[in-house]
């Protein structure tokens, strides 16, 4: 059974930095893709960013481009996403995603399994 758990969320001051990790098991992690979603308050679950098995390959939504670096350890089986320059309209819950297969995607679709998020508040 394959489980995803989130960690590194908290309360942060706009233009502060936070780095999310995901823990990964009960399967070979180095063979699926990775993701980050988030949902705000009010909104739909939104994409933030991909990771290839390898981490050769990287996608992000614009939002978040020159800001949140995706990265993974595949000997931790862990993926993270280092968030820097944080504005208030990054407050949400932030849900790692394991790919249905090895590359990128940032359509929930091609997700197979979910973590049960990270609260993610950045204040003014």
């Known amino acids: 059974q394959v489980q995803l758990l989130e960690s590194g969320g908290g309360l942060v001051q706009a233009g502060g930095s936070l780095r999310l990790s995901c823990a990964a098991s009960?399967?070979?992690?180095?063979?699926?893709?990775m993701g980050w979603f988030r949902q705000g308050p009010g909104k739909e679950r939104e994409f933030v960013s991909a990771?290839?098995?390898?981490?050769?390959?990287?996608t992000y939504a614009d939002f978040v481009k020159g800001r949140f670096t995706i990265s993974r350890s595949n000997a931790k089986n862990t993926v993270y996403l280092q968030m820097n320059s944080l504005k208030p309209e990054d407050t949400a819950v932030y849900y790692c995603?394991?790919?249905?297969?090895?590359?990128?995607?940032?359509?929930?679709?091609?997700?197979?399994?979910w973590g049960q998020g990270t609260q993610v508040s950045v204040s003014s």
């Open positions: 995603a394991q790919n249905r297969g090895m590359g990128v995607s940032s359509s929930s679709a091609e997700y197979a399994y």
């Open positions: 009960g399967r070979i992690f180095s063979d699926y893709g």
């Open positions: 990771i290839s098995w390898s981490g050769a390959r990287t």
